[in-house]
């Protein structure tokens, strides 16, 4: 079982920049990837952003590229969300979710689809102009 925690979510305005974080704890996190998703009203939920908790290996989805960042502190057992440049687009529930290594390699439909066995609560990150 995995736990995870998100935080760091609020209020901006249009070019502020937020770091959001993910706790996680349980056992054999080296053995997941970590990843970001966000869901916006009426929208369908979005990929983000994934790492190996290891840290050897990341994609980041080609909306998002240059502008969020993904990143991991596994001496705080922390996934972190770096968003730089927000505008009213990046208006959604933020979410952390952890999935299980299942084979030698992973690929990018797997990052980007899933499953993912475990999520975390969401942040509400608010951008306004």
């Known amino acids: 079982q995995v736990q995870l925690v998100e935080s760091g979510g609020g209020s901006v305005q249009s070019g502020a920049s937020l770091r959001l974080s993910c706790v996680a704890s349980?056992?054999?996190?080296?053995?997941?990837?970590m990843g970001w998703f966000r869901q916006a009203p009426g929208k369908e939920r979005e990929f983000l952003a994934a790492?190996?908790?290891?840290?050897?290996?990341?994609h980041t989805a080609d909306s998002v590229k240059g502008r969020l960042t993904i990143s991991v502190d596994k001496s705080k057992y922390t996934v972190y969300l770096q968003m730089n440049s927000l505008s009213q687009e990046d208006t959604a529930v933020y979410f952390c979710?952890?999935?299980?290594?299942?084979?030698?390699?992973?690929?990018?439909?797997?990052?980007?689809?899933?499953?993912?066995?475990?999520w975390g609560q969401g942040t509400q990150v608010t951008v306004s102009s």
């Open positions: 790492i190996k908790w290891s840290g050897d290996f990341q």
């Open positions: 979710a952890a999935r299980k290594i299942r084979s030698v390699y992973t690929t990018i439909r797997d990052l980007e689809v899933g499953p993912y066995e475990y």
């Open positions: 349980g056992r054999f996190l080296e053995s997941h990837t």
